[in-house]
């Protein structure tokens, strides 16, 4: 399966900056996936970062607040703009594997304060 | 809207134990059910997944057991260890579907 790197792996920011999460993968895939991971929830899809094309994004979710780039196959970022506590969360990467399985990253811990 | 619900929220057992997980589903189009397990720090590692063309699939301790009638499964950890201690999400997707949808994750304890 995939080797996912990503970071930082966690982050303290202030309330109104912006964070850019990066998502390097071992391997070129088509779709990569950002998930949101919330305390005492469920993981969420924000988007889907295909590359040269826009990212589609989850209900919910508006590319103003999380814009995604994907420059190339193995590659992408995912931006939280304008932080404020409600964002802190785990932000996860993730690609898909044989069948349907998914692989993920580590996940980026971010807190806002 | 929750779309996979999953029981309980916490877990402990004793080692040597069976540990118990349940998560049910709304979706009749859901094919595909699998298991992840998370250590604190780390993404999510998929651990066992099953079809609904099969009621039970096993890999060494851990077993799903799937219920397409009742639209529940669940995930049984056989002689419970204290290195299985994590969090456990369910989750249900579609073939084709790019989403999948999690269950709140259930942080099981074994103790020693």
């Known amino acids: 399966s995939a080797v996912i790197s990503q970071k930082p792996s966690r982050d303290i920011c202030q309330r109104g900056t912006s964070l850019t999460i990066q998502c390097q993968v071992d391997?070129?895939?088509?779709?990569m996936f950002w998930y949101r991971q919330q305390p005492g929830q469920s993981l969420t899809l924000i988007a889907t970062?295909?590359?040269?094309?826009?990212?589609?994004?989850e209900s919910g979710f508006v590319i103003d607040k999380f814009p995604i780039s994907r420059p190339n196959l193995t590659f992408s970022t995912l931006t939280v703009s304008n932080m404020s506590p409600e964002d802190s969360s785990i932000y996860l990467c993730?690609?898909?594997?044989?069948?349907?399985?998914?692989?993920f990253g580590s996940g980026t811990r971010l807190t806002v304060v | 809207q929750q779309q996979v619900k999953q029981s309980p929220q916490s877990l402990i057992v004793q080692k040597g134990g069976i540990s118990i997980i349940n998560c049910a589903y709304e979706?009749?189009?859901?094919?595909?059910f699998p298991w992840y397990q998370q250590f604190p720090g780390k993404g999510p590692a998929l651990l066992i997944a099953?079809?609904?063309?099969?009621s039970e699939k096993k890999e060494g301790r851990f077993t799903i057991s799937f219920n397409k009638s009742a639209k529940q499964f669940s995930l049984h950890i056989m002689d419970s260890q204290p290195g299985d201690s994590a969090t456990y999400f369910c989750?249900?997707?579609?073939?084709?579907?790019?989403?999948?949808?999690f269950g709140t994750g259930t942080r099981l304890t074994v103790i020693p």
């Open positions: 993730s690609v898909q594997g044989q069948g349907n399985g998914y692989t």
């Open positions: 391997s070129q895939v088509t779709m």
């Open positions: 970062a295909n590359q040269g094309s826009e990212a589609t994004y």
């Open positions: 979706n009749t189009a859901f094919d595909y």
């Open positions: 099953i079809r609904p063309d099969v």
């Open positions: 989750a249900a997707g579609q073939t084709g579907a790019n989403n999948l949808f």
